[in-house]
């Protein structure tokens, strides 16, 4: 049964999805546990995410998660969301965070199985479903302080931080829990954890506390121990970090397209094309900002292009890459002087917000959604003009959390508005 497991891990990571899928099915008959069985279909949720079917990967972890005794509602609510947040204070009442390093060890198999299969969905549910998102982390998290920890609650305990500091304004508490995340994978020296810590951490954390230039050197070191320990997925997403951070701290351009065009390449061997299609709208919004487009917001080009693929992103529910695609169409309108095509595509980039949580992109929106609609307010009606007022006014209200917390990110944004 070791070997067919093997087997199918080995064409998963050659890209043969196909062999993959007839090797897991062998396990799956064959396997007398369903302790057996964990290993293939956590391969199976990660090659089903990395070929864009996010839907299909939530299915699969649903269903086994359900025979481990983990069961989720139908349709996830706040409500939901709030119970789950809520046990988690319970437990921590009278705790440090630094001190959840030192809870025993998990022990059940069950749990461990269970942890295993909520990391490998929880791609699938940030990109396409953010309501399950929060769930499946506040899960991971109450299994570690009920049951102990284990290398994986590395993971739960960085996402938690990635809520704290990106849903919750608990920026300060969020920062630790990624600390916590990154000292228990030392802990535990699980090296084949890093790549996933690293990226949350980088992507998710960092910034709210450090300048977001520091993310650049933990994404590289997460990129590169993805593909060492064989964690194409995870290397993938870092592969896209550094670049996406390069672009919005204004490296330039020249540089930029140089290595999006590199990373682009790298990820295409590696069969990762989730990444993939990120770094090439990043790409292509460098080919607009360089080249003379008569309509300068609209991604269609040689690296990526919007009237094809938008529809495909639509279908699947696609909310991360909706909104990195409409953030770089209202930065790219509103710099060019298209101010109410900025204001139409921040409306839509708005509504996809719940598919980036605490990435960077989500204070770079509110300024520019702030620029775009005091663009228009000279030209606007006077019944518009207290609405938009007031919009910028609660922009403003999170932008100035955000910048006393990180300064160097968010500060000048502030008083530019203000201005």
Same mark, same amino acid.
């Given at each position: 049964?070791?070997? !067919?497991?093997?087997?199918?891990?080995?064409?998963?990571?050659?890209?043969?999805?196909?062999?993959?899928?007839?090797?897991?099915?062998?396990?799956?008959?064959?396997?007398?546990?369903?302790? *057996?069985?964990?290993?293939?279909?956590?391969?199976?949720? #990660?090659?089903?995410?990395?070929? =864009?079917?996010?839907?299909?990967?939530?299915?699969?972890?649903?269903?086994?998660?359900?025979?481990?005794?983990?069961?989720? &509602?139908?349709?996830?609510?706040?409500?939901?969301?709030?119970?789950?947040?809520?046990? #988690?204070?319970?437990?921590?009442?009278?705790?440090?965070?630094?001190?959840?390093?030192?809870?025993?060890? /998990?022990?059940?198999?069950?749990?461990?199985?269970?942890?295993?299969?909520?990391?490998?969905?929880? &791609?699938?549910?940030?990109?396409?479903? &953010?309501?399950?998102?929060?769930?499946?982390?506040?899960? /991971?998290?109450?299994?570690?302080?009920?049951?102990?920890?284990?290398?994986?609650?590395?993971?739960? !305990?960085?996402?938690?931080?990635?809520?704290?500091?990106?849903?919750?304004?608990?920026?300060?508490?969020?920062?630790?829990?990624?600390?916590?995340?990154?000292?228990?994978?030392?802990?535990?020296?699980?090296?084949?954890?890093?790549?996933?810590?690293?990226?949350?951490? =980088?992507?998710?954390?960092?910034?709210?506390?450090? %300048?977001?230039?520091?993310?650049?050197? =933990?994404?590289?070191?997460?990129?590169? =121990?993805?593909?060492?320990?064989?964690?194409?997925?995870?290397?993938?997403?870092?592969?896209?970090?550094?670049?996406? %951070?390069?672009?919005?701290?204004?490296?330039?351009?020249?540089?930029?397209?140089?290595?999006?065009?590199?990373?682009?390449?790298?990820?295409?061997?590696?069969?990762?094309?989730?990444?993939?299609?990120?770094?090439?709208?990043?790409?292509?919004?460098?080919?607009?900002?360089?080249?003379?487009?008569?309509?300068?917001?609209?991604? #269609?080009?040689?690296?990526?292009?919007?009237?094809?693929?938008?529809?495909?992103?639509?279908?699947?529910?696609?909310?991360?890459?909706?909104?990195?695609?409409?953030?770089?169409?209202? /930065?790219?309108?509103?710099?060019?002087?298209?101010?109410?095509?900025?204001?139409?595509?921040?409306?839509?980039?708005?509504?996809?917000?719940?598919?980036?949580?605490?990435?960077?992109?989500? &204070?770079?929106?509110?300024?520019? *959604?702030?620029?775009? %609609?005091?663009?228009? !307010?000279?030209?606007?009606?006077?019944?518009?003009?207290?609405? #938009?007022?007031?919009?910028?006014?609660?922009?403003?209200?999170?932008?100035?959390?955000?910048?006393? %917390?990180?300064?160097?990110?968010?500060?000048?944004?502030? !008083?530019?508005?203000?201005?």
């Amino acid at each position: 049964m070791v070997l !067919y497991e093997g087997a199918a891990e080995a064409a998963y990571l050659g890209g043969d999805f196909e062999q993959m899928q007839k090797w897991a099915e062998v396990v799956q008959q064959e396997a007398k546990i369903l302790l *057996d069985k964990v290993k293939v279909y956590e391969v199976q949720i #990660i090659a089903s995410i990395i070929q =864009s079917k996010q839907l299909e990967a939530i299915k699969i972890a649903v269903s086994i998660l359900q025979l481990l005794g983990i069961s989720f &509602p139908d349709e996830p609510t706040s409500t939901d969301i709030q119970q789950g947040m809520d046990e #988690i204070a319970t437990s921590l009442k009278g705790k440090a965070i630094a001190d959840l390093i030192n809870l025993p060890l /998990m022990t059940d198999p069950n749990k461990i199985a269970a942890m295993i299969i909520l990391m490998g969905v929880l &791609p699938a549910a940030f990109q396409t479903a &953010p309501a399950m998102m929060p769930i499946i982390v506040c899960k /991971m998290v109450n299994l570690s302080l009920r049951y102990g920890n284990t290398a994986v609650s590395a993971y739960g !305990y960085s996402l938690y931080g990635l809520l704290l500091c990106g849903i919750q304004g608990e920026i300060d508490s969020g920062y630790e829990f990624g600390k916590l995340a990154s000292r228990l994978v030392s802990q535990f020296n699980a090296k084949e954890l890093k790549a996933k810590i690293l990226t949350v951490v =980088s992507a998710h954390v960092m910034h709210w506390k450090e %300048h977001v230039r520091e993310t650049l050197t =933990s994404s590289m070191s997460g990129y590169s =121990s993805g593909l060492e320990t064989g964690d194409l997925e995870y290397a993938g997403y870092c592969g896209y970090i550094y670049p996406y %951070h390069s672009f919005w701290l204004g490296k330039e351009l020249w540089v930029l397209e140089k290595e999006l065009i590199a990373y682009c390449d790298s990820l295409k061997k590696i069969n990762q094309q989730v990444a993939f299609t990120w770094n090439s709208v990043y790409l292509q919004t460098v080919l607009n900002l360089k080249g003379s487009f008569e309509n300068v917001d609209c991604l #269609i080009g040689e690296a990526y292009d919007e009237q094809s693929m938008l529809p495909i992103h639509q279908q699947v529910n696609d909310l991360y890459t909706i909104n990195h695609l409409f953030a770089n169409k209202l /930065m790219l309108s509103y710099i060019f002087g298209e101010y109410f095509k900025a204001v139409e595509n921040a409306a839509i980039a708005e509504k996809s917000l719940g598919g980036v949580t605490g990435l960077f992109v989500v &204070p770079l929106f509110y300024f520019y *959604d702030s620029l775009a %609609h005091l663009a228009i !307010y000279h030209t606007a009606k006077e019944s518009e003009k207290q609405a #938009i007022l007031e919009k910028v006014q609660a922009n403003q209200q999170k932008m100035e959390l955000w910048a006393t %917390h990180a300064p160097t990110n968010h500060l000048h944004r502030f !008083y530019l508005v203000e201005a």
